[in-house]
């Protein structure tokens, strides 16, 4: 399991469990990541199953897009978003 960073929490919706992302790299849904704190510590991993760009579903952001995703965990605005990668 290899991972790349492809961008870092934003901002948090905490009650409605979503995180806004600020994307270094591209990601798509079926993706696999982490989230993890500036300390490389794991908060969540998960599947992405939908993202939104400007509150429009979409199944490929690319670097320099802002996006939204549900996220399992408690996440927080600074933690960095990887890319798992089988390899």
Known sequence: ???????????VFG?????AL???GEL?????ISIENKEGTTVVQ???TSMQVVHKPV???QAGDD????VAGKV?????????TEG
Request: hydrophobic share 45%; proline share 0%; charged share 30%.
């Open 46 to 48: 998960e599947t992405i």
């Open 1 to 11: 399991m290899a991972k790349v960073l492809v961008g870092e929490v934003d901002h």
């Open 67 to 70: 996006i939204t995703i549900k």
């Open 59 to 61: 199944e490929v952001a």
């Open 15 to 19: 009650k409605l469990n979503v995180a």
């Open 76 to 84: 927080h605005a600074g933690n960095l978003v990887y890319k798992i």
């Open 22 to 24: 600020k994307l270094k």
């Open 28 to 32: 798509k849904v079926g993706d696999r």
